[in-house]
């Protein structure tokens, strides 16, 4: 499928795939007695149509146009019903540490967290817009003795276009010196958007090496969708199919089996009972079946569903939070006087990361302030990429400059040993775009693709193609 217009991210609004999928022996405790039950059970995954830059949520309940995309082209949105009120949240937090127990035992495999050494950042550049060049600019010179990056381009002509995005010496097609981008690399690797973190593979750690952890993502998007499989195949890694969904930047990982993502993945995953047993609450039992299948495909230990923002396109986790160590996390702040609603939100989130015990011990919740929302447009200050001793912390032209410099003196505080630098995210803003959704980590005990080249390869052959024939 070609696509020739550029949309925003998320994969929430436009498209509806149901999966129905019947269960013959689903058996559950009931009242001292094992009951099996007969359930058809409808996986509702909700998608967007792909685009040439990503995808769009929109404004909630709302039908609308989005223009002014690369080619004009429009694209309407449907957004969803609201969702039912969630259940108890202790009742929640119960089923989650239920779950849980049965990998108390069970060390791998294991999702490291993005703070833990990495081998590069990788990124996607198949639908990057000319006009969005200096955010991968920025990105890179920034990077540059930190960490390498990984760019995957869908052929060679993307390729020449990002080796002449990131030409030293602002683009002097005279200079051929690559040095000040050695650390920068190139693969050959399809996919239709750029939003790595939600369709990339989640990698784990086994006993032998590694699992790339393949979600169902995007039926309009098979590119994107194949991403895992092509990743283990290229990387020699073990795939992991599993057939429920989620995108990565709805899900953080402490690297100690413990994650966190919010209650979008309830959404994401509706499951009907069309004839419910007596006595039985319908919409906590979905819950607890989410939670199970998701402890079990991640080996975690507990999975923490928290609050997502109202008002907030994509519905998650890293839009508000971030770890920095496995017991520690960062929670984003907002004055209640500007923005009451999620304000609220946010401190029951943070008083609930502080109910959550990390090898017995409470975990420390940190606030950064963040700048109100403009629309459905966020300033995320908690949408980093951590890459081994830099933090890239994203921002708007429009932010407030006192609050940029709290929120990069609260990471230098926290991270002592790290370069904190920010990165302007504005052309993005209208996309709903943030800087973690742009990229993936590559942990140190994962491999890198086969048919890899460096930047001064990549040089050669784009001086190759502008020589006269």
Not at 90 to 99: G, K, P, T, V, Y
Request: aromatic fraction near 8%; include cysteine; charged fraction near 20%.
């Amino acid at each position: 499928m070609n696509y020739n217009f550029e949309s925003c991210h998320g994969d929430r609004t436009l498209r509806q795939l149901r999966i129905v999928i019947s269960f013959y022996a689903f058996a559950r405790d009931m009242v001292k007695t094992r009951l099996v039950l007969l359930l058809e059970i409808s996986l509702a995954l909700f998608t967007s149509a792909s685009s040439v830059f990503g995808q769009y949520y929109g404004d909630p309940a709302q039908y609308y146009h989005h223009g002014g995309f690369s080619n004009r082209h429009q694209v309407a949105a449907r957004m969803l019903p609201q969702a039912t009120a969630p259940p108890i949240a202790s009742s929640i937090e119960q089923i989650a540490i239920d779950a849980g127990r049965v990998n108390l035992n069970r060390p791998y495999p294991r999702i490291a967290g993005e703070f833990e050494p990495q081998r590069a950042m990788v990124v996607s550049v198949s639908d990057w817009q000319p006009h969005h060049a200096f955010v991968l600019q920025q990105i890179v010179a920034k990077t540059a003795g930190h960490t390498n990056v990984l760019v995957l381009c869908n052929n060679s002509d993307q390729l020449s276009m990002v080796v002449e995005w990131l030409l030293p010496n602002e683009g002097d097609p005279t200079r051929t010196d690559a040095s000040p981008n050695s650390h920068v690399f190139f693969c050959e690797m399809e996919v239709d958007t750029i939003w790595m973190r939600d369709f990339g593979p989640l990698l784990a750690e086994t006993e032998t090496g590694t699992m790339s952890i393949d979600f169902f993502y995007e039926g309009t998007r098979p590119k994107d969708d194949a991403l895992p499989a092509v990743w283990a195949d290229r990387t020699g890694s073990r795939l992991e199919t599993v057939r429920w969904t989620i995108q990565g930047g709805n899900l953080l990982n402490n690297g100690r089996r413990l994650a966190l993502t919010t209650h979008r993945i309830f959404e994401d995953n509706r499951i009907q009972f069309p004839n419910p047993l007596p006595g039985l609450d319908p919409e906590l039992e979905r819950r607890k079946m989410v939670i199970e299948e998701f402890t079990k495909a991640c080996n975690l230990t507990q999975l923490v569903v928290l609050e997502h923002l109202e008002n907030e396109a994509t519905h998650h986790v890293d839009m508000f939070a971030t770890f920095l160590a496995p017991d520690h996390v960062v929670v984003a702040q907002l004055d209640p006087r500007l923005d009451p609603v999620n304000s609220a939100i946010l401190e029951r989130n943070a008083a609930r990361l502080r109910r959550v015990k990390v090898d017995g011990k409470p975990m420390q919740v940190h606030r950064i302030v963040i700048p109100p929302r403009e629309g459905t447009s966020w300033s995320a200050y908690t949408n980093v990429i951590l890459a081994n001793d830099l933090v890239l912390m994203p921002i708007f032209d429009s932010d407030p400059l006192d609050l940029v410099q709290k929120a990069k003196q609260a990471y230098q505080r926290l991270l002592p040993d790290h370069r904190v630098e920010t990165v302007d995210m504005t052309t993005l803003k209208a996309l709903q775009g943030e800087l973690h959704c742009l990229s993936m980590n590559l942990p140190v005990f994962a491999a890198t693709p086969d048919k890899v080249i460096d930047f001064k390869k990549a040089l050669q052959f784009f001086r190759s193609r502008e020589r006269p024939q």
